[in-house]
T-cell receptor, first 110, second 114 residues
Framework: RKEVEQDPGPFNVPEGATVAFNCTYS??????FFWYRQDCRKEPKLLMS???SGNEDGRFTAQLNRASQYISLLIRDSKLSDSATYLC???????????FGTGTRLLVSP | GAGVSQSPSNKVTEKGKDVELRCDPI?????LYWYRQSLGQGLEFLIY????????KSGLPSDRFSAERTGGSVSTLTIQRTQQEDSAVYLC????????????FGPGTRLTVL
């Protein structure tokens, strides 16, 4: 089983739609969780950290479910500029590193 | 402020040659990471430096790969006797304290081995 698994997509949605991505992780000892965004041929950039109680940043909401070991990202009112690959990132406490998922590709169309 | 910088941005080399890739982390960041990303693939961890501690080399794919970090700042990733399968984007990131912190990525070096 991969340490971090994501549906690769692509998710094709129209502008204004709400879309949600899930990510599962295998290490129950993981404590830090993030969503990064990567545009085509660009470097990943932090979108938001994921906190135990869930957190919101504008149109973006992240949730953590420790019991089921999954993380979600909800994007409301999708914009064309949201088109990108969204990377789920989890820390591996045993090896002191972050593990990146392979990403979920989102395409928002007019 | 200045972000993570990498050089060169693009490198084309012939199979069998050695290459050096450079990373300048954000000033004050103690942790530095190297990853590589092949076309359409996820990030593959290569090596992690934390302060003056011995680096975590667990991700290096072979002994042709090595990296050093001088003075706790600039890092160089060296690939000896390059192979075509080494072609990828090599990304460097730094974070303030350690792996649980936000990692800030440089723009990457796109390596093409002919």
């Amino acid at each position: 089983r991969k340490e971090v698994e994501q549906d690769p997509g692509p998710f094709n949605v129209p502008e204004g739609a709400t879309v949600a991505f899930n990510c599962t992780y295998s290490n129950s000892a993981s404590q830090s969780f993030f969503w990064y965004r990567q545009d085509c041929r660009k470097e990943p950039k932090l979108l938001m950290s994921v906190y135990s109680s869930g957190n919101e940043d504008g149109r973006f909401t992240a949730q953590l479910n420790r019991a089921s070991q999954y993380i979600s990202l909800l994007i409301r009112d999708s914009k064309l500029s949201d088109s990108a690959t969204y990377l789920c990132v989890v820390n591996d406490p045993g090896f002191q590193k972050l593990v990146f998922g392979t990403g979920t590709r989102l395409l928002v169309s007019p | 402020g200045a972000g993570v910088s990498q050089s060169p941005s693009n490198k084309v080399t012939e199979k069998g040659k050695d290459v050096e890739l450079r990373c300048d982390p954000i000033s004050g960041h103690t942790a530095l990471y190297w990853y590589r990303q092949s076309l359409g693939q996820g990030l593959e961890f290569l090596i992690y430096f934390q302060g003056n501690s011995a680096p975590d080399k667990s991700g290096l794919p072979s002994d042709r790969f090595s990296a050093e970090r001088t003075g706790g700042s600039v890092s160089t990733l060296t690939i000896q006797r390059t192979q075509q399968e080494d072609s990828a984007v090599y990304l460097c990131a730094s974070s303030l304290a350690g792996p649980a912190d936000t990692q800030y990525f440089g723009p990457g070096t796109r390596l093409t081995v002919l």
